[in-house]
Structure formats: structure tokens, C-alpha cells
């Protein structure tokens, strides 16, 4: 089955790693009904990725549906120098980061990272190894500085460095990840995810950098850019939820709050949000999840998010798409769930004083109203779709653009269903060829009721002002 066929609304999204990036792997993949492929780009190289791209696109033209996928830049990471064998901090200890590249001992390491240096402050802390060790800065030199360990353990080279209390001054991009971004783009990726997000002008300098080539998706994983959650949804085309770094930085108890927060936030202005990282962590190695990972899927799908993301479970996990398939059937239960019980659904919104949102409320509405088996949106954007979407509607919702660019980015949107279209001005002709879509895909059947939403004059972006009921 096509995932444009599954009947469920909330999308998949996996990423493909040594376990899934094969052409057989990814058919079986899609088929179990993964809707966009995420290529983690801190992990294998430029050229194993191509492979993954090609095979992703040739799987496309044989279905004959858009597959979207998501290029992941790996940000910047902080990690200390080399470390001799057995290095065990102990808690109380004073301990030393430097600027030098010495093998580092039970007294100091190297940290390579000017960056972390210029900003630094008394009472900082430094989380190490997602956050085993944690460390505290007592006292700031030239090229070192002092912290006492507050929780010890063992010490390895290149471990990770987190530092929740500070804000760095570091560019958006690094190298590799420009690097890796003008690739991503000369492939074709639909979106780009920018890792490390802080304040909102580093996706507006990262947007600037893919200029309007892909979408931008700016993963909430550093304390500071919750300060600033509000402008940065607003210039970002969508946001993750990236729970493994944020979990890190940020007490675990705050994390579920801040995730209700953040999808909250996107759907109040239609930005696609996507929940993220250990949903079902346990299938890396077991084939079946745990009771608590089922209720952590449901929630988001509770709580609104468009989509939820496979990480390890599928890039290196021992039953990729059994992963995929339980995860799917966890999203359909919650959603049948919703359509039984609709005090659980996630709260109306208030509608913005603007015409193309109160058009798609009333599109919605009259759907619901005349019981409309399905919602028909022409769009050349997807805005159109966005804006349908963030409603929720109870009813499929399938949308026509002439664009297959479009119609890949959409299939990380909430409920959305996408078909190719001719490009056309005569909008019965339009309304003709969306029917036989919807006639051909057996979505509703003959005597059915059709809302139909699009723009006047008829093709032009950004003019989504009408509404047709029309009859199957």
C-alpha cells in the first residue's frame, strides 16, 4: 500500500542508516508506510548519501508517488581532546580544560573550541557524554579555566560537551555543514534540517544559505532557543522537537512540558512539527516496543504534532520496518481514539484575522457541515495545505499541485494527501481532474460530497479565496 493510502493523518518519519539504505530496504520501508526519509548527515559520507537519494527517487518513479526527504546537517559539536586510558573523575575533584592538544589526564583535557572560551562565565556548567559527567566553571584564565566536578565517572577521548547555561557565538553553519548543505541541495532534498538551532537569526541566515531550494526545519535542542521559541518557529518552515540534546541541557521533567509548548506553538501558526528521538528506542534491539514508548507515540499524536520520527530504530535497529509498522499502528489507534472520544483531541485554535486562514476554517466547516467524504485544495505553494491542516479536519483532505517540489514537501504535513495536476486556468476543467483523482484512488465513491478550495483568478499563488461543494 502506498503510504498516501494509509489511513492515518499523524506522518512517519525514519531515518535511513547501515540497516535501511539499501533499494530493497527502502521499498520495504515505504511500504510499511514511512512518508519521509531523514538522512543523518553526521553520520556516513557525501557519497553513501547520494546513493541513499538515488535509490529514494528511482523507489519514487517506480510507485509514481512524491517521497519526501529530509537532509539533517549535523551543527556544531563540541567535544574535548584525546584522553589517556582509564581517566576517572571523581565528584568534588577539581578539574582543567585547556587550549592545549596534550593527551589529557585525570587533572585537565584540551577543548578545541575558541568559541566556548569567549563566552565563558563562573557557575557554568558543562554537561560531558550526554550528560554523565557534569562539571562546574569555578575559575576563568587566559587559556584555561577551572571547574569542580560535581558528578564523576569515566572520561574518554572526542566524549560530547553540552553547555546549557551559555550562549555561544558560533555561526549556524559550520564548514562541514556547508559543505554538506550545497550537496544535500544539488540533490534535490526537500527539507534541511539545521541542527543546534539558538536564536532565530541563525535560521535566517541558514534560509538565506539555501535560498528557497529546500525547506528549513529547526530542531528545539538548546535551552536558549526557548527564549526565543516564538520568532524562531515564525521564520522557520517547520520545527523538531529534538528531545535527545534537550534532554540533555534541560532537567528531564521539563521536557514533556516543553514539548506540549512547542507543538502548541507551531500549530497556532501552521508551521509542521515533528516530535522526535527514543520513541521507540527499545526496537533498536527488541521487536517489540515498551508499554511506556506506545504512550509516548500516542502522545504526540495527542498533542498534535504532524509527524514523529524513527532515529537508531531504523538507521541501525535489528527490525527497521517492524518498527515502522508498530509505530503506524500505535498513530492509528490514537487517532481512532481522537475520532471516538474528541474532547482528546488537541484544542481548536483561534483563527488569525487574515482571508486565506478564515477560507480555510470555513472550508473545513462546510465540509463537516454537508458531510463531505474529502477536501480537494489546489495549490502551487502548499500554503493552501498548511492552512487546511493546522484546522485538523475530521475528513480526508487531498491536495492538487503541479509541482512534484511541493507535493514532497507536503508529505510531512498532517493528513496530507498530494496529486499531481495539469497547469491549467479554467478551473472546471481543474475540478473535473481533481474528481477523477479522487474517483481513481477510491478515496470516496460516486453520490459522495466534494469541498473544493482554491484561488481566483484560478493558478496564481497566494490567492486561495474559493470554495465549491461539488458531487462525485
Not at 535527545?244 to 502548541?264: F, H, M, S, T, Y
Amino acid at each position: 500500500m502506498s503510504p498516501s493510502a494509509l489511513p492515518r493523518a499523524t506522518k512517519i518519519v525514519a531515518t535511513i542508516g547501515t540497516a535501511s539504505g539499501t533499494p530493497e530496504a527502502l521499498r520495504e520501508l515505504l511500504a510499511a508506510g514511512v512518508n519521509v526519509f531523514r538522512l543523518n548527515f553526521s553520520h556516513g559520507t557525501q557519497g553513501e548519501q547520494a546513493e541513499r537519494i538515488r535509490a529514494i527517487r528511482a523507489l519514487e518513479e517506480e510507485t509514481g508517488y512524491p517521497v519526501c526527504i529530509l537532509a539533517d546537517l549535523q551543527g556544531p559539536k563540541h567535544r574535548v581532546g584525546p584522553v589517556e586510558e582509564g581517566v576517572v573523575l571523581t565528584a568534588g575533584d577539581s578539574f582543567v580544560f585547556d587550549r592545549s592538544t596534550d593527551i589529557g589526564t585525570a587533572s585537565r583535557v584540551g577543548l578545541p573550541h575558541p568559541e566556548i572560551f569567549a563566552v565563558l562565565q563562573p557557575g557554568a556548567r558543562l554537561l560531558i557524554d550526554d550528560g554523565k559527567l557534569v562539571l562546574r566553571v569555578t575559575g576563568i584564565g587566559d587559556d584555561s579555566f577551572t571547574t569542580t566536578v560535581e558528578v564523576g565517572g569515566p572520561l574518554s577521548s572526542r566524549k560530547g560537551v553540552n553547555l546549557p547555561d551559555l550562549v555561544l557565538e558560533s555561526p549556524p553553519l559550520t564548514e562541514k555543514d556547508k559543505s554538506d548543505l550545497a550537496f544535500a541541495l544539488d540533490c534535490g532534498v526537500d527539507w534541511v534540517a539545521l541542527s543546534f538551532v539558538q536564536r532565530a537569526r541563525d535560521v535566517i541566515e541558514a534560509k538565506a544559505a539555501i535560498d528557497g531550494r529546500a525547506a528549513l526545519m529547526s530542531k528545539i535542542e538548546k535551552p536558549a532557543a526557548l527564549a526565543e521559541l516564538s520568532d524562531i518557529v515564525t521564520a522557520s518552515d517547520g520545527v523538531m522537537v529534538a528531545r535527545g540534546d534537550l534532554g540533555v541541557e534541560l532537567p528531564p521533567e521539563e521536557v514533556p512540558g516543553w514539548q506540549k509548548r512547542i507543538v502548541a506553538e507551531c500549530r497556532m501558526v501552521g508551521k509542521p512539527v515533528v516530535v522526535a528521538t527514543q520513541m521507540l528506542e527499545s526496537m533498536i534491539t527488541n521487536p517489540t516496543p515498551t508499554r511506556a514508548e506506545a504512550s509516548d507515540v500516542a502522545g504526540a499524536v495527542f498533542d498534535g504534532a504532524d509527524a514523529v520520527m524513527l532515529s537508531g530504530e531504523t538507521a541501525v535497529g535489528k527490525y527497521p520496518v517492524e518498527t515502522v509498522k508498530i509505530m503506524g499502528r500505535i498513530i492509528a489507534a490514537a487517532e481512532g481514539h481522537i475520532m471516538a472520544h474528541p474532547e482528546n483531541a488537541p484544542p481548536k485554535l483561534p483563527t488569525e484575522p487574515s482571508l486565506y486562514h478564515a477560507v480555510a476554517l470555513a472550508t473545513v466547516s462546510l465540509a463537516e457541515t454537508v458531510g463531505a467524504e474529502v477536501i480537494v485544495a489546489f495549490s502551487t505553494s502548499g500554503n493552501t495545505a498548511v492552512r487546511i491542516a493546522r484546522e485538523r479536519p475530521r475528513i480526508p483532505f487531498l491536495v492538487l499541485s503541479p509541482f512534484v517540489e511541493v507535493r514532497r514537501r507536503l508529505a510531512i504535513l498532517w493528513g496530507t494527501q498530494t496529486a499531481g495536476s495539469t497547469i491549467t486556468e479554467d478551473f472546471e476543467a481543474a475540478i473535473d481532474e481533481g474528481v477523477a483523482e479522487i474517483s481513481g484512488r477510491g478515496i470516496a465513491a460516486a453520490g459522495a460530497h466534494v469541498v473544493i478550495v482554491a484561488g481566483m483568478p484560478f493558478g496564481i499563488a497566494g490567492t486561495t479565496n474559493s470554495i465549491r461543494v461539488a458531487t462525485i
